[in-house]
T-cell receptor, first 110, second 112 residues
């Protein structure tokens, strides 16, 4: 069966520090991968999606970036965090059907 | 791009009553409309979905209706129970397997 792992689960970072969130999917190949952000009162906002290795589409211009170095690995990064980057980040995958979410990473920027 | 609006943002009902959440979408090319439930501190999970070739779909106490002409769809929960308390998200996309555009969510509280 397919599983999705996302880490770290929680982190507290100072403004201006870098960020790296990782997501891996097991049990499938060539999945579509997504990064969503959930901020209070703003629902689930699509940040990036990828249909293959090295293929990244950005939905919202900001100081975040994403990379897909391997088929089942998706990384969300920032060189310098802003206060507004605080939120609950969710990795997700699909292979033509239901969208499955990871357990999320709660980021607090102070 | 697709814009999904969801109402109400909060909903409180008594146990046993029905709850209805409504969403509208803007892109007439959208054909897939899932609903996700997110319990506190957990990940969203799919509870029901509907495609544009169907007007209504039911799964036990949960049903979804779609009016493609008016571009709106609704979630109906009957005989609500306290464990139905959660945040519910509607979404739309051109098909399953594509990026979903979500509404802002409805926080449902079912009081005993």
């Amino acid at each position: 069966s397919q599983t999705i792992h996302q880490w770290p689960a929680t982190l507290v970072q100072p403004v201006g520090s870098p960020l790296s969130l990782e997501c891996t999917v097991e049990g499938t190949s060539n999945p579509n991968l997504y990064w969503y952000r959930q901020a209070a009162g703003r629902g689930l906002q699509l940040l990036f999606y990828s249909v293959g290795i090295g293929q990244i589409s950005s939905e919202v211009p900001q100081n975040l970036s994403a990379s897909r170095p391997q088929d089942r690995q998706f990384i969300l990064s920032s060189k310098k965090l802003l206060l507004s980057d605080s939120g609950f980040y969710l990795c997700a995958w699909t292979h033509g059907g239901e969208l499955f979410f990871g357990e999320g990473s709660r980021l607090t920027v102070l | 791009g697709e814009n999904v609006e969801q109402h109400p943002s909060t909903l409180s009902v008594q146990e046993g009553d029905s709850a209805v959440i409504k969403c509208t979408y803007s892109d007439s090319a959208s054909n897939y409309f899932p609903w996700y439930k997110q319990e506190l501190g957990k990940r969203p999970q799919l509870i029901i979905d509907i495609r544009s070739n169907v007007g209504e779909k039911k799964d036990q106490r949960i049903a979804v209706t779609l009016n493609k002409t008016a571009k709106h769809f609704s979630l109906h929960i009957t005989e609500t129970q306290p464990e139905d308390s959660a945040v519910y998200f509607c979404a739309a996309s051109i098909d399953s397997g594509y990026a979903l555009n979500f509404g802002k969510g409805t926080s449902l509280l079912v009081t005993p």
